[in-house]
């Protein structure tokens, strides 16, 4: 039998009971932080400064060390485009990584490396469209065109890596098409 009285131990439950509530806020005031930090490091980082946009690309757990890794989501979505990616695919990929300078012990190498292991989610492409409008909105016509030559290039050439029969045939797919389509689409927006 406890020796504290009734009192007592209500307020020893009480106490309990706020030192709980306390620390449990102070998670949350950690969590705040941490998501303002990395939303200001990618914002330093891009030039991103539309708040939703950090939002989205902290909400998948995209850092500002991982910025070259958006780069070569056009290149991931199109290897997907007809539910899996094949080998050629895959070289193509990792091909496209290196051209982008990705050295591979890289966050972003390693991001790109899971996104082709398990197929992201398609919030993944919508974030890169709002990505791609931000940083678009800051860079002028030609600087625009080349870094939309660039990134759909790349796309094209994974799309190019598995198509057709010995050279015969059509080398990119309908859906892989149809993707590249819609890629080409954020740069009018």
Do not use: C, H
Not at 89 to 109: F, M, T
Not at 134 to 156: D, F, N, V, W
Not at 165 to 172: A, H, K, Q, S, T
């Amino acid at each position: 039998m406890s020796n504290q009285a009734p009192g007592d131990r209500g307020k020893s439950l009480e106490d309990a009971f706020f030192a709980r509530e306390d620390e449990a806020l102070r998670q949350r005031l950690r969590e705040t932080e941490d998501a303002k930090q990395k939303k200001e490091a990618f914002s330093a980082v891009s030039g991103i400064t539309d708040d939703a946009v950090l939002e989205r690309l902290t909400a998948l757990n995209i850092g500002s060390d991982m910025v070259a890794a958006l780069s070569l989501v056009p290149v991931v979505v199109v290897a997907w485009a007809d539910g899996g990616i094949d080998p050629k695919e895959r070289s193509a990929a990792l091909s496209a990584a290196a051209e982008a300078g990705l050295d591979k012990q890289s966050a972003s190498y390693q991001l790109l490396d899971q996104w082709l292991a398990k197929r992201p989610s398609p919030e993944l492409l919508a974030t890169w469209k709002d990505y791609m409008r931000a940083i678009s909105a800051t860079m002028g016509g030609e600087a625009k065109q080349a870094l939309k030559s660039e990134l759909l290039g790349r796309a094209r050439r994974v799309a190019e890596a598995s198509g057709g029969f010995l050279g015969i045939g059509r080398n990119v797919s309908a859906a892989e098409q149809a993707v590249l389509d819609d890629l080409e689409a954020a740069f009018r927006d």
